[in-house]
C-alpha cells in the first residue's frame, strides 16, 4: 500500500469518527442541601458527589432563594439550588431508561447534605 493511500485512508477513518453522533440526557430540578459545618457538607462537596455518580458529565448550579430563606450557601441548613444535570448513557448497556433515572434521583438523594432533590422539568434528550 503506497504511503498516500494510507493517509487518504486515515482521513476518511477520521472524518467518520468526527461526525458520529452522541446522545446525552438533560435534567433540572430543585436541590435542597444542609451546609452547616454541623450536620451538612460544603456545597462544592456536595456537587462534587453528585459529578461521579455513574453517566453524569456535568452538573451546574444556581442559587434558588425561597421567600424568607438565606441565599448563601456557606452554612445553611436550608440552601436551595437550581441544579442541571446532563448524563452520557454509556456506562448504561442498555441505554437511558426511567428506572436508570430513577436510580439516579434516588442516589442524589442519599448523597450527605442531600436533603431532598426534585425534579422541575421532564429529562431531555438531545444529539449532538
Given at each position: 500500500m503506497k504511503y498516500s493511500r494510507l493517509i487518504e485512508i486515515i482521513k476518511?477513518?477520521?472524518?467518520?469518527?468526527?461526525?458520529?453522533e452522541s446522545t446525552q440526557y438533560?435534567?433540572?430540578?430543585?436541590?435542597?442541601?444542609?451546609?452547616t459545618s454541623g450536620s451538612g457538607r460544603p456545597q462544592k462537596d456536595i456537587l462534587s458527589d453528585i459529578r461521579s455518580?455513574?453517566?453524569v458529565t456535568i452538573v451546574s448550579a444556581?442559587?434558588?432563594?425561597?421567600?424568607?430563606?438565606?441565599?448563601?450557601?456557606?452554612?445553611?441548613?436550608?440552601?436551595?439550588?437550581?441544579?442541571?444535570?446532563?448524563?452520557d448513557p454509556h456506562p448504561y448497556p442498555s441505554g437511558f431508561k426511567n428506572e436508570d433515572l430513577?436510580?439516579?434521583?434516588?442516589?442524589?438523594?442519599?448523597i450527605k447534605?442531600?436533603?431532598?432533590?426534585?425534579?422541575?422539568k421532564p429529562v431531555e434528550k438531545t444529539t449532538v
Open positions: 476518511e477513518e477520521l472524518q467518520l469518527v468526527l461526525k458520529e438533560n435534567f433540572e430540578g430543585l436541590l435542597q442541601t444542609d451546609t455518580l455513574p453517566g444556581k442559587d434558588y432563594p425561597l421567600q424568607g430563606q438565606e441565599v448563601f450557601a456557606f452554612n445553611n441548613p436550608n440552601y436551595y439550588s437550581i441544579v442541571k444535570v446532563k448524563v430513577q436510580q439516579l434521583l434516588k442516589d442524589i438523594r442519599s447534605g442531600v436533603k431532598n432533590f426534585k425534579l422541575n
